[in-house]
Structure formats: structure tokens, C-alpha cells
């Protein structure tokens, strides 16, 4: 079993729409979690932390289920700027430093 | 403020030619790493740095060997190139959690 893992997608959705994406981890004792966004050909950047009581940042929401090991991005009002891969990336069983980067799902927001 | 910076961008090798990446970071972070990307994958780490003078392994260091003499510098070392090693090579620091990444290194072995 991979420990990130995520629906590639793609997700094809029509401006102004919302899209939410889940993903899955492993590693139960696990603390850190995050969204990155990488653009094609492009290098991952962080979207936001996602924290125990949710959060939100903007148009984006953020989840944690620690019961049920998985996080989820919620995006609201779609853009066609959100297009891209987006990353699910938890730390490493092993150490808070090393980060396990899932596969990523993409994302197409059409007019 | 130029975050985390890569030479080269692009390279073309042939097979067992050697090379060196070099990666720059200019926000004092103590972690550095280096990743590689390949189609349809997600990053893989390759080697990893938690300060000044020390390395180690990460998920596929084969065919790579890293130095990491001054702390805002990550160099990667392929000693002698394989059409596998045709990828996406990204460095990244971090302070304590988040991860920021550099723009990249497109590189095929031919």
C-alpha cells in the first residue's frame, strides 16, 4: 500500500464550480499535512497546512479525519487558474522533517 | 530574496558522462533535500540534508552521491550517467515542517 495515496483524476470541472479531492495516509502517528499545487512543468508549491480543526484560506478548506486517515481540499468558486496537479503530502513515519509526496490529482477547470 | 535557486535548468548527457547540480537557498534553512519527478509519479527523495556537513539517504539514492560543504548549498553528483536517470530533479529546503522548492532541473541521459 502506498503511503500517500490519491485519485489522479482528472477532475474536469466548469468555472465557478466546487471540487473537493481526498487522499489517504498510512502512517497513523503522522503529524504533519499539507496541499501543495504544481503547475505543469512547474516546481510543487505549498497551497496551505492542514490542521487537526480544519481550516480554510480563501476559496480553499482543508480537512483532517485522523480516524480515518485522510485529508481533503475543498475548492469553491473554480477558476481557470486553479488548474493544476495537486499534492497530498503527509511527513514520513521516520522522521517530522522528511515529507511523503502522493501522485497527485489533477485538476481542470474549463469556461 | 531569490528562495531556492538550481543550476542548471536544462542538460543533455550521454550515457556514463558525470555531472553536478547545484542547489542554493538563501533563508538560513538547516534541511535540505533532493528529489526526483518522473511522469506519472509522484517526487521521490533521493538524498537529504539536516545541516552543514551531513547527508543521508533517502528512497532512491543509487547512482547519486550529494555534498552539502556550506550550509546554503545542496550539490547532487551523478558519477557516471544512465538513461534511468532521465527525470525532474528538484531541491527543496525547509526549517522545520513545510518544504520550499527550487524550479527544477530537466535532465536526459541519452
Known amino acids: 500500500r502506498k503511503e500517500v495515496e490519491q485519485d489522479p483524476g482528472p477532475f474536469n470541472v466548469p468555472e465557478g464550480a466546487t471540487v473537493a479531492f481526498n487522499c489517504t495516509y498510512s502512517n497513523s502517528a503522522s503529524q504533519s499535512f499539507f496541499w501543495y499545487r504544481q503547475d505543469c512543468r512547474k516546481e510543487p508549491k505549498l497551497l496551505m497546512s492542514v490542521y487537526s480543526s480544519g481550516n480554510e484560506d480563501g476559496r480553499f478548506t482543508a480537512q483532517l479525519n485522523r480516524a480515518s486517515q485522510y485529508i481533503s481540499l475543498l475548492i469553491r468558486d473554480s477558476k481557470l487558474s486553479d488548474s493544476a496537479t495537486y499534492l497530498c503530502v503527509v511527513n514520513s513515519m521516520d522522521s517530522s522533517y522528511k515529507l511523503i509526496f502522493g501522485s497527485g490529482t489533477r485538476l481542470l477547470v474549463r469556461p | 530574496n531569490a528562495g531556492v535557486t538550481q543550476t542548471p535548468k536544462f542538460r543533455v548527457l550521454k550515457t556514463g558522462q558525470s555531472m553536478t547540480l547545484l542547489c542554493a537557498q538563501d533563508m538560513n534553512h538547516e534541511y535540505m533535500y533532493w528529489y526526483r519527478q518522473d511522469p506519472g509519479m509522484g517526487l521521490r527523495l533521493i538524498h537529504y540534508?539536516?545541516?552543514?556537513?551531513?547527508?543521508a539517504k533517502g528512497e532512491v539514492p543509487d547512482g547519486y552521491n550529494v555534498s552539502r560543504l556550506k550550509k546554503q548549498n545542496f550539490l547532487l553528483g551523478l558519477e557516471s550517467a544512465a538513461p534511468s536517470q532521465t527525470s525532474v530533479y528538484f531541491c527543496a529546503s525547509s526549517g522545520i515542517y513545510e518544504q520550499y522548492f527550487g524550479p527544477g532541473t530537466r535532465l536526459t541521459v541519452t
Open positions: 540534508s539536516v545541516g552543514e556537513g551531513t547527508t
